[in-house]
């Protein structure tokens, strides 16, 4: 069993930074995928970042160049997000433990509850 908890949203304006946190317990393992997602009001979950623990990360196009995805320990992963735009506004979720590292939202069997962000223009 993983327990997933993450902090560090908030509201910032548009070109701001935020830095996201998800500590991970219950398991000890470093071989696993570890991923952000993100979900804002009316859309479906998506992807924005993922780690396998092992150096491999990745990220969907739309945050390429702003957000950097680090993980310490196998047990933190962190999500920096720098020139925030409205259009980042969601609620962000810590996933782990998938078949593939990039994989629908279903197929991960670990979730943390959310940290809402929300950027103004």
């Known amino acids: 069993q993983v327990q997933l908890v993450e902090s560090g949203g908030g509201s910032v304006q548009a070109g701001g930074s935020l830095r996201l946190s998800c500590a991970a317990s219950?398991?000890?393992?470093?071989?696993?995928?570890m991923s952000w997602f993100r979900q804002a009001p009316g859309k479906e979950r998506e992807g924005v970042a993922s780690?396998?623990?092992?150096?491999?990360i990745s990220y969907t196009e739309s945050v390429k160049g702003r957000f950097t995805i680090s993980r310490y320990n196998a047990k933190s992963l962190l999500l920096q997000m720098n020139n925030l735009e409205p259009e980042d506004t969601a609620m962000y979720y810590c996933?782990?433990?998938?078949?593939?590292?990039?994989?629908?939202?279903?197929?991960?069997?670990?979730w943390g509850q959310g940290t809402q962000v929300t950027v103004s223009s």
């Open positions: 780690s396998d623990g092992y150096g491999r």
């Open positions: 219950g398991y000890t393992s470093r071989g696993y995928c």
């Open positions: 996933a782990a433990v998938a078949p593939q590292c990039i994989a629908r939202p279903d197929e991960y069997k670990y």
